[in-house]
């Protein structure tokens, strides 16, 4: 065997075993928080979650700071258009940053443009964090967005505590900030908002996809944004609350089938009338003639 070959099996080996010892390393930290709390969830995560409240009304004049550190208020960034809210922290090691790359990942696979035809607004749940980080999360994902018109529509907002707490509140966003690690443990998804700022949908974890997301914004406008299709669609898909989803509606695709069927016999009687009554017009002519 080749030195170079040789070296370059030790080395796939040597990785291995790293890989190997890492993971292990990781299964025995998640074994002791388990072990630490017989129930199965570690203490901190017992108040963490992202529970449904749809049809809720975020808190429309409450101040935040925007990238610039100026005061904002949700019913001046909605500016009537649906919007997708998504609550983060920008010094997040993690997960965070895994939310945030799969909206930007979805939205740019959606025809509807942010800025022109819906808003999204990030916000900080970390009360320390200030506008110059938001301000450099507000270029970095508006640059990788890479269309017209995202700066003035992708808002990150920072805040205080209180109004942290009230929006969070609002929309069933629970977290927690871990002395231990110096990290905040909370949920991960995203919501659509009304442009009256009522909570319409909920999309959960780390990838959401992008028809889905369309429907969501198109529906939470009431029809004032996407396109015939789109509607279509809206009649063939339903949300469902438990999986934060659009699945097939199977009703609204036998009510279709059921009124294309009738439309068909109406047809096709309509063309036999016809069909019959020409047929028996140029018979009459020729009698009279003779």
């Not at 017992?46 to 809720?56: A, E, F, I, P």
């Not at 609550?87 to 993690?94: A, D, G, H, Q, R």
């Not at 429907?215 to 396109?227: D, M, N, P, T, W």
């Amino acid at each position: 065997m080749r030195p170079s070959v040789q070296i370059k099996m030790r080395c796939a080996v040597f990785c291995a075993l790293l890989a190997g010892i890492v993971f292990s390393a990781g299964m025995l930290r998640a074994q002791d928080l388990f072990v630490q709390n017989p129930g199965g969830k570690p203490e901190v995560l017992k108040n963490v979650g992202l529970d449904q409240k749809l049809n809720s009304q975020v808190p429309l004049d409450i101040n935040f700071r925007d990238e610039h550190g100026g005061s904002v208020t949700f019913r001046q960034l909605l500016q009537n258009k649906p919007a997708i809210l998504t609550l983060v922290y920008y010094k997040c090691p993690m997960l965070c940053t895994e939310v945030l790359n799969a909206t930007l990942n979805s939205l740019k696979e959606v025809p509807l443009e942010i800025g022109k035809d819906f808003n999204v607004i990030t916000v900080s749940i970390d009360p320390s964090e200030k506008p110059m980080l938001a301000e450099a999360k507000q270029i970095m994902y508006t640059g990788l967005y890479g269309r017209p018109g995202a700066v003035h529509g992708w808002h990150f907002l920072t805040g205080d505590e209180p109004q942290i707490r009230e929006l969070a509140a609002a929309v069933g966003f629970r977290f927690v900030y871990d002395k231990d690690s110096s990290q905040f443990a909370h949920a991960s998804g995203i919501m659509v908002l009304t442009p009256e700022g009522r909570v319409s949908r909920y999309f959960y974890g780390i990838s959401y996809s992008p028809r889905d997301v369309r429907l969501g914004l198109v529906e939470a406008s009431e029809g004032r944004i996407g396109s015939a299709v789109d509607a279509i669609l809206l009649f063939c898909f339903h949300y469902d609350p438990q999986t934060g989803k659009y699945s097939v509606f199977i009703t609204n695709f036998v009510r279709a089938a059921g009124v294309l069927t009738v439309l068909l016999i109406a047809l096709t009687i309509m063309f036999f009338l016809r069909r019959e009554k020409y047929s028996v017009a140029p018979a009459s002519a020729h009698r009279r003639a003779l």
